[in-house]
């Protein structure tokens, strides 16, 4: 069997602790770090695992999705020195300057005690439980919407509630040099992860094609090299957009489901199962 994990960001326990985008989001990296050094051997690359007819009951994969900033500091040096490999998903509108709209809204629930959603009811967020409640709440509404409008919904807000993002803008992602140089190392392999980071689980669509090969062309171009390993924002994915994926020249693609790979030649290799890494540390 092998054990798939993805993960996104890492902190260390102080900023987790102090910062609100962090303790909503980031991974302890010191969590990271003891789970490679228990299991260090048992890391291997897809490739390794793919040769074996049969998978160990102990292989473990490691993934990290978006492209962090925080993947280049914090796991990067923990990759060299226990030698793991890992695949690393690229979202190309994070690499361009773009930030997702969950650390949009949290950045600005962090920087308010009071808004104002609709007419003129405050709502008080000064402490952390009414924070992490607004927050869920305003993302629950917005995840399924269009990124156009969830757009215009933050803008909205914020300038409701006279926030400046510009003011707080902080640099989330890699930069296409550090993607680069991850995209060298021997230990990182490089996959796609979409331009926007849409779902792609609705129906047939033309810009869910258009998400699918273009990310894979700016990857390849950027790059300097294939792109063949691909995994679905938020795991959401269907018939259409796995026979996308293959027309676009991707030979394999990891979900959300929370599951073990018993055998690489029963598995759907569109259809990759992976465990969230928060859940095993
Ligand atoms: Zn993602």
Request: proline letters at 3%.
């Amino acid at each position: 069997m092998a054990k798939i994990l993805y993960g996104h960001t890492f902190a260390t326990s102080e900023s987790i602790r102090d910062d609100f985008v962090s303790s909503i989001f980031a991974t302890d990296i010191e969590k990271l770090r003891s789970l490679i050094q228990r299991n260090q051997s048992r890391f291997l690359s897809l490739e390794q695992s793919l040769s074996k007819t049969k998978p160990d009951k102990d292989d473990l994969i490691l993934t990290l999705d978006d492209g962090y900033a925080s993947v280049y500091t914090y796991v990067l040096p923990l990759l060299e020195k226990y030698q793991v490999p890992c695949i690393l998903f690229l979202t190309t509108d994070f690499l361009n300057g773009k930030t997702a709209y969950e650390i949009r809204l949290a950045n600005f629930i962090a920087n308010k005690q009071e808004i104002i959603l609709t007419g003129q009811k405050k709502i008080d967020i000064s402490n952390r439980i009414a924070k992490v409640d607004t927050y869920e709440k305003i993302r629950g509404l917005l995840k399924p919407w269009s990124s156009q409008k969830r757009n215009y919904y933050l803008q909205r807000i914020f300038s409701m509630n006279n926030y400046n993002e510009m003011t707080k803008k902080q640099n989330y992602y890699l930069s296409w040099g550090q993607a680069k140089e991850l995209a060298n190392h021997p230990l990182i392999s490089i996959g796609g992860h979409t331009c926007s980071h849409i779902t792609l689980r609705n129906k047939f669509s033309l810009s869910a094609y258009r998400e699918v090969r273009d990310s894979k062309i700016e990857l390849e171009n950027n790059l300097s090299i294939p792109v063949t390993l691909f995994s679905y924002p938020y795991g959401g994915n269907n018939f259409i957009t796995r026979r996308y994926l293959a027309a676009t020249g991707y030979e394999y693609a990891f979900t959300t489901k929370q599951r073990e790979v018993l055998s690489w030649q029963k598995e759907d290799l569109f259809q990759i199962p992976r465990f969230d890494i928060d859940k095993i540390v």
